[in-house]
């Protein structure tokens, strides 16, 4: 049994998947892996930016890129960014020891709950690049260890959108953990990790939740529809968040600040945003962790810091929950990921 995939690194004896340089992703399956066709690959927020930017806005140029570092590294991990994201795929075997086995059968369609950084994958061709929505419809073939999280594809919400979601559920999953009733919420970054956040941090009950991103338009609709307060700004500004923080919350600040901006360079804004004793998730892949822990030493901020854990117990079924009962965030939503 390798529950972790350690078979399937080449040339690095003990070293994980996620960690490891290269994978292996050729046939036959193992016993305790499930082997899935392959239909898109929704890439993390983070590493599609930097793709974006790399390629100048050139969807073929982006697809070729994507296709050269799965080929090169047997996974998509970016290199530049470390990140990866999740996929959709159909389920063609399901090995005898692994987990699923009596749970799913071949052709039942699957989101992957665990990173592409540790999922090894072969594409035979990358199909249609969505620059808007981060999304990449390809042909080929990934395997899944048994530790790996997955969840089958509900009936009652268009696919796009349902893997929109799976790619961010543990965001709004760790807001519903830490908000308590009566909260200051910041959210730094409005796209739809920042529209999950802020709606279930009012589902907790906030008595004040903030979003902030540069783009006006997009705190714009979150305020429209009553899940928070715009707040137009430059999150890598730290000292101009920190003035309109201050006057937002009449000089509490936040006791709880999400992270979840695709842009490096704003962990100071988080910090300084948070009051005494409060918390800052960073769920951003664009974060640097050491900017984030010397920054708060180097302010005298006395915070508990959060790296953002992409698995929270329950995250699917909760994000999934959520934008059944929110039609408003629904709507926004299936908007932007469309089929």
Same mark, same amino acid.
């Given at each position: ?16 998947? &996620?960690?490891? @340089?290269?994978?292996? !992703?050729?046939?036959?399956?193992? @016993? ?17 930016? &930097? ?20 080929? @090169? ?5 970016? !290199? ?6 999740? %996929? %959709? ?6 090995? /005898? ?5 009596? #749970? ?30 981060? #999304? ?5 073939? +990934? ?11 509900? /009936? ?13 559920? =543990? ?8 908000? &308590? ?7 730094? =970054?409005? =796209?739809?990790?920042?529209? %999950?956040?802020?709606? &279930? ?89 050491? +900017? ?12 508990? %810091?959060?790296?953002?854990? =992409? ?18 965030? #629904?709507?926004?939503? @299936? ?5």
């Amino acid at each position: 049994m390798d529950p972790y995939g350690l078979t399937r690194v080449i040339g690095q004896p003990g070293v994980l998947p &996620q960690r490891a @340089e290269r994978l292996d !992703p050729s046939l036959p399956l193992r @016993e305790d892996e499930m082997l899935l066709d392959v239909e898109r690959l929704n890439v993390d927020a983070a590493s599609f930016r &930097q793709l974006r930017q790399a390629a100048g806005d050139d969807a073929v140029k982006v697809g070729a890129e994507i296709a050269r570092i799965v080929t @090169e590294r047997g996974k998509m991990q970016n !290199p530049v960014t470390g990140s990866g994201g999740m %996929l %959709l795929g159909r389920v063609r075997e399901v090995g /005898p020891q692994h987990p699923a086995q009596g #749970r799913l059968v071949p052709g039942d369609r699957v989101a992957t709950l665990v990173s592409l950084t540790l999922t090894p994958l072969l594409l035979r061709s990358v199909d249609t690049v969505d620059l808007s929505a981060d #999304r990449v419809d390809v042909s080929g073939h +990934a395997i899944l260890f048994a530790s790996g999280l997955w969840a089958k594809l509900p /009936p009652d919400l268009p696919e796009a959108l349902v893997l929109a979601l799976l790619d961010v559920c =543990g965001a709004p999953a760790l807001v519903a953990r830490h908000v &308590q009733a009566g909260a200051r919420v910041l959210v730094i =970054g409005a =796209g739809k990790s920042g529209a %999950l956040c802020c709606a &279930q941090a009012k589902r907790n009950g906030a008595r004040q939740v903030i979003a902030a991103d540069i783009s006006a338009a997009a705190v714009a609709r979150l305020e429209k529809l009553g899940y928070a307060e715009g707040l137009a700004i430059d999150a890598t500004r730290a000292m101009d968040v920190h003035a309109a923080i201050v006057e937002a919350t009449s000089g509490a600040l936040c006791d709880l600040v999400v992270n979840v901006a695709s842009v490096p360079g704003t962990e100071m804004a988080s910090l300084l945003s948070v009051r005494k004793g409060g918390t800052v998730i960073f769920f951003s892949m664009a974060t640097s962790f050491t +900017a984030a822990a010397l920054g708060a030493e180097g302010v005298g901020k006395d915070a508990t %810091l959060l790296i953002g854990n =992409g698995y929270v117990e329950g995250h699917a079924e909760l994000a999934l929950d959520l934008i059944r009962h929110e039609p408003a965030l #629904r709507q926004l939503l @299936e908007e932007r990921f469309k089929a």
